[in-house]
């Protein structure tokens, strides 16, 4: 285990100091200062360890704790320190979003700063990574593989409009609201849900219908899933080389013709209007 003593060689070493230049820099007396170091003083004076620390340019507590330097030095805002608390009170979920949310902004006032224009931003967020349209990891399902009657409800994030039945459309700054399902064995396996629009999926699916979605990434030929293709989102048949609307009216779409492909989940069921 690393010791007080551990930390002041290490950073008289990475220094290149010897006992001689420690000591006049310190203003430690050569052979106090030596005791020090060879540890045969069990208790320094506190005026020693700080003259120390002055010397090394660190902080006590690091020498003393080993906790890293903060060289940020920031002073928070109080709202700034009540968002922080706020976060904190957070689950894994919880935090996933509002890390999700706070990248983009960050890139989009980035973009902003590079010249690029709100008109173009459009074009400029959609040769991003689409990794980030939904919070990754999804959160655990805690009700997998429980033997016990499951009744009542639970919550579970439902994501407004962020799929298209029809022809697609870019998900962007999506922000999930918390919904209540029912917590029965048809739901159990999950993860978020979807709020269609478009008519691609009819007769069977319509727009507005909520989708119940498992998170994974790959599904099997003839399932139906979300998927996400140069960030434009869909809900399709997957068909192995291509995606496929249940409106015979609508073409399969060839996942060749597409640079970035991804399954973002497989479609379980849907919630039944009220």
């Known amino acids: 285990m690393e010791t007080y003593l551990d930390r002041i060689k290490k950073i008289k070493n990475e220094q290149k100091l010897t006992n001689d230049q420690l000591a006049e820099r310190s203003g430690i007396p050569l052979g106090t200062l030596s005791k020090i170091l060879a540890g045969m003083s069990d208790s320094p004076k506190l005026s020693s360890m700080i003259a120390l620390c002055g010397a090394l340019g660190c902080s006590l507590e690091y020498i003393v704790s080993g906790t890293p330097e903060n060289d940020h030095n920031y002073t928070l805002s109080l709202d700034e320190i009540a968002l922080i608390e706020d976060y904190r009170t957070l689950d894994s979920w919880g935090k996933s979003l509002v890390d999700t949310v706070l990248e983009k902004e960050v890139a989009r006032t980035a973009s902003l700063s590079d010249g690029v224009s709100e008109e173009a931003l459009p074009a400029h967020?959609?040769?991003?990574?689409?990794?980030?349209?939904?919070?990754?990891?999804?959160?655990?399902?805690?009700?997998a593989g429980e033997p016990t009657a499951r009744t009542g409800k639970r919550p579970i994030p439902l994501y407004d409009i962020p799929a298209s039945a029809g022809t697609g459309f870019y998900l962007d700054n999506a922000v999930a609201e918390t919904i209540k399902i029912p917590n029965n064995e048809k739901t159990a396996d999950a993860n978020y849900a979807l709020r269609i629009s478009g008519n691609s999926m009819e007769p069977k699916y319509h727009s507005g219908d909520t989708l119940l979605v498992q998170n994974t990434d790959s599904i099997e030929s003839g399932e139906l899933g979300i998927f996400t293709l140069d960030g434009d989102v869909y809900f399709k048949v997957y068909g192995g080389d291509r995606l496929i609307s249940l409106n015979p009216t609508y073409a399969p779409i060839l996942l060749k013709e597409y640079t970035s492909v991804q399954c973002r989940g497989r479609v379980i069921g849907r919630l039944k209007r009220k």
């Open 125 to 143: 967020r959609e040769k991003q990574s689409v990794a980030r349209i939904l919070p990754t990891p999804m959160p655990v399902n805690r009700y």
